[in-house]
């Protein structure tokens, strides 16, 4: 048997036992000896006492048992007023030693019968400790409160395999930024030879997926120092106080360490701008813990080699104490890789894994435009799954890519029976996708096209971009457009309907003219922007609901929207009926095959 018991154990053996005990109780409580009982009224009693029948009478209320000579019970009942003994004495019948014993019914109440008259609220009281207890919660006492004020640090030990700038790829600006950080951390009497003063605090700000928790990782890995991490959500808790007790000993723990690096992540949870409640109302308990970090922050003296790195992808939300200099003094801007950048993640990823010859990391890093670290790490991971899945020893380009289409739309549903009808459309509408692109001189080519449904999408056409773009011009916008309208001018040429296959090109063709004409001045409104005024989340400095233009240049903006879609569809409709035979060419190729690319892409499109 352990000698350890758990506090689960120990309170269900308590209930089993406290059970056993009733169901026991209730057990020798019915197979009781005693003899059975009768009734009888009062006047009986009376006659029965004359002939000295009766040897004792127990009395309860007005409710009486009387015990006969000859061992039978009898249950009767008086009336109120007088009392027992009043009314044998009245009829001259002795009570007492010499006659009839008259007393109260014994009642016989052990510990355990106490226990099971209020083993309901032992239960109910027992099982709200424990789930005090479990949750840790002020149940527990002073032990258990005080785990309510303890920080969730989690320290990452230098013993611990750490990681280093060359585990993070694809993010150069950003390293060169941080090496300061690990240089300061390596030997700061360099930097205070000099009179200079490292930033307090770093905030990495980027995308989900970009790799600021990573960065913060190397950076304590290159620097060899302790690493705290820590959510910003873990700061918040229902009891007002919490949230800065653990800041306090958050940075208790990091100056007992120093040199050390102190990570919070996902701050925007704790450090949003005051007063950004619904309304304009506080929140209490987070402001507190705000107020709490920035003053363990001003609290910093230039000896103090702890460096503070927070991460968020709202900086927009955070309060601008937060940003000042002093505290978070210095932004790190995590940016979506590049294409040689997701080369390199690429690599880092496949590191250790078996590999094919034939996988061209850099073909991959190009299809994937705005993939993020993450993306590109769960890219790797499902190549490997989908090799796994086929049996295969190594992984491949043909599992990789599958990986890349599974990621971007989802798994494919080939055991979907589609009729040929809805099959010939599909075809037709993703020919005219590849027709479109391939003739438009401003449209990026297409790499693969296929009639294969995969999540919510009846098929796709893929396009590789030339080169990353970092300026994006209205030819390259009305490109697009007409792509993404060719889909539906080829249903509508061929079958003379149009069907709601479309409905994602539309969504995203709307999404791009709405940018066009209030964002990017890309409209016969001129180089004016339109939009929403942004004030705090769910008010305070501003309503987010009202927006800085009138009625009338609100319709002009419907106008102008409505005239380039309509435009860039007229133009993929000019494009497919000149190249009709084409369009039938590939869609008929696309029926019989599903997937086209590569040679046998670029041949059918001459």
């Known amino acids: ?83 027992i003994l009043e ?32 083993l309901p609220i032992i239960l109910i009281v027992g099982f709200m400790v424990y789930l005090l207890r479990r949750s840790g919660g002020v149940g527990g006492g002073i032990n258990n409160a005080s785990n309510i004020l303890k920080s969730h640090t989690k320290r990452i030990f230098l013993n611990v395999p750490g990681v280093s700038f060359a585990d993070v790829a694809g993010a150069e600006e950003a390293k060169q930024e941080l090496q300061e950080v690990v240089e300061f951390l390596k030997s700061p009497h360099k930097f205070a030879k000099l009179g200079a003063r490292i930033p307090r605090g770093v905030l990495l700000v980027g995308l989900p997926g970009t790799g600021k928790t990573l960065m913060a990782r190397a950076v304590a890995g290159e620097a060899g120092v302790p690493f705290f991490h820590i959510s910003g959500s873990e700061f918040v808790e229902i009891f007002v106080g919490v949230g800065a007790n653990r800041v306090r000993e958050l940075f208790d723990q990091a100056k007992r360490n120093q040199p050390c690096i102190v990570f919070i992540d996902e701050i925007d949870a704790v450090g949003r701008r005051r007063g950004s409640g619904i309304g304009g109302v506080s929140h209490d308990e987070r402001e507190q813990t705000l107020n709490q970090i920035l003053t363990e922050m001003d609290g910093f003296t230039d000896r103090l080699n702890v460096i503070v790195i927070a991460a968020t992808n709202r900086e927009d939300i955070l309060d601008p104490a937060l940003l000042r200099p002093g505290r978070f003094d210095r932004k790190v801007i995590l940016d979506l890789p590049d294409t040689k950048g997701r080369e390199a993640i690429l690599r880092v990823h496949i590191k250790g894994k078996p590999l094919e010859d034939d996988v061209d990391f850099l073909k991959l890093a ?78 990026d080519q297409v790499h693969k096209v296929s009639i294969v449904s995969r999540g919510r999408l009846g098929g796709y056409t893929r396009q590789l971009p030339e080169e990353d773009r970092g300026l994006w011009s209205k030819k390259q916008f009305n490109a697009i457009l007409t792509v993404l309208m060719s889909g539906y001018a080829a249903e509508e040429i061929k079958f003379g309907d149009i069907t709601t296959g479309a409905c994602d090109d539309l969504e995203r063709a709307t999404a791009i003219a709405t940018q066009m004409v209030t964002k990017y001045g890309m409209s016969d409104l001129g180089p004016i922007s339109f939009g929403e005024k942004r004030g705090v989340i769910f008010g305070g400095a501003g309503n987010p609901g009202e927006i800085d233009y009138s009625e009338d240049t609100a319709q002009k903006i419907d106008e102008e929207i409505a005239k380039i879609i309509r435009n860039a569809k007229q133009e993929a409709y000019s494009i497919i009926s000149e190249e009709f035979g084409r369009l039938e060419k590939l869609a008929k190729l696309l029926i019989e095959n599903e997937t086209l690319e590569g040679n046998a892409l670029a041949e059918a499109l001459k």
Not at 11 to 36: E, K, N
Not at 88 to 110: A, C, P, Y
Not at 369 to 391: C, H, K, M, Q, Y
Request: some cysteine.
């Open 366 to 443: 190009k299809q994937t435009p705005g993939f993020s670290g993450a993306d590109l790490a769960n890219l790797v991971n499902e190549g490997a799954i989908t090799a796994a899945r086929l049996g295969k020893s190594m992984i491949g380009t043909v599992d990789l890519e599958e990986a890349m289409d599974r990621v971007i739309s989802g798994p494919a549903k080939r055991s979907r029976q589609v009729i040929l009808r809805e099959k010939e459309i599909i075809a037709y509408h993703e020919a005219g996708h590849a027709l479109v692109a391939n003739m438009h001189p401003d449209a």
């Open 1 to 83: 048997m352990k000698k350890n018991w758990s506090m689960k154990s120990l309170f269900i053996l308590f209930v089993c036992i406290i059970l056993l005990g009733f169901i026991m109780t209730q057990i020798f409580a019915s197979s009781d000896s005693s003899p059975r009982s009768s009734e009888a009224d009062i006047t009986k009693i009376i006659d029965m006492a004359k002939n000295k029948e009766v040897a004792r009478i127990e009395v309860e209320g007005d409710n009486l048992k009387v015990y006969t000579r000859d061992g039978r019970v009898i249950k009767s009942h008086k009336e109120s007023g007088e009392t």
């Open 87 to 118: 009314i044998l004495q009245k009829q001259g019948i002795e009570t007492g030693d010499k006659g009839i014993q008259v007393g109260s019914k014994e009642t016989r109440v052990s510990a355990l019968g106490i226990l099971f008259r209020f």
